[in-house]
């Protein structure tokens, strides 16, 4: 016995990509995501949350950065704490480098 017979439609699976309108709103809430993203990457100018950014000057130093920066705390640590952040493997920095300053 058919339910097309009796004014019933038969039942048909759904397509296996989805509905357009499901799609769309993925889509939508996709790019709302993307551009919370990088509106949020610019506003921090892209550096990581923690962390400040400071350019290497003619005699500057990592131990005269640090006890710069942070004249309450030992240098020694800061310095290191520097290196750290900077993947630096000695206390070598170059005129023109960017370094990321841990807060």
């Not at 962390?51 to 005269?64: C, H, I, M, N, R």
């Not at 920066?69 to 640590?77: F, N, S, T």
């Amino acid at each position: 016995m058919y339910a097309a017979g009796i004014g019933v439609k038969p039942w048909r699976a759904a397509r296996a990509g989805g509905s357009r309108p499901v799609r769309r709103l993925l889509a939508a809430v996709a790019a709302v995501f993307a551009l919370s993203l990088g509106l949020a990457l610019a506003a921090h100018g892209g550096a990581a949350p923690g962390y400040t950014t400071v350019v290497v000057e003619p005699g500057d130093t990592l131990w005269s950065i640090a006890s710069e920066r942070y004249p309450a705390d030992d240098v020694r640590v800061r310095v290191d704490d520097i290196e750290q952040a900077n993947g630096l493997q000695g206390p070598t920095i170059k005129v023109g480098q960017t370094l990321r300053l841990p807060a």
